[in-house]
């Protein structure tokens, strides 16, 4: 993020504050490291708990249920849209979208031939609505990661127990390990 103190000079050598930057550098800062979203306004932490709550439900109703639920996602990418609203207006709202369609685009096409649920493509644009635009991209790849991860290690622990390769990958648990991990590299 770009920070100005008071008493150093401008950049410019005009002498302007060049406030389009700050502006800018702001629209990157949606909870992309959780020292940056710890700092971050409080609009930015609610929606990091927002998303981590629902990324915890999730888990626990797609291990049960082998489902997750619309009643879990739906209100979180809306209060996830709505708190960027209220905290940076329309250009936060646009990054949170794009961030939101960056995870989940990809998912799409896995969830058209039956690979995925539709649940896996709303929670993952949840955790790409609140990493925003380049935060989603450390989302989604180590989302991806983290399946890849899971599914060895079924499939080794059906190995070695003697029984068929799983026939169903909690893919919550991937993308709540992928997210988590994001904001902390990210």
Known sequence: MV???PHRKAPDPRGRRLLHLRREALLH???TGLSDALR???PFKVALLVTLAALAVSVVTDLRERRIPNAVTLPALVVVFGLFGVSGGWPLVWNALLGGA?????LLFAALPGWIGMG???LIAVSGAA???PGALYV???VALAGGIQAILQWIWAVLRGRERPRYVPY???IAAGTVAAFLVG
């Open 172 to 174: 919550a648990c991937s």
């Open 102 to 106: 960056v995870c989940a685009v990809p």
């Open 140 to 142: 989604l790849v180590l």
């Open 120 to 122: 896996d493509v709303k």
């Open 40 to 42: 971050a306004p409080w």
């Open 29 to 31: 800062f949606p909870l």
């Open 131 to 133: 990493a925003g635009w």
């Open 3 to 5: 920070r100005e103190a």
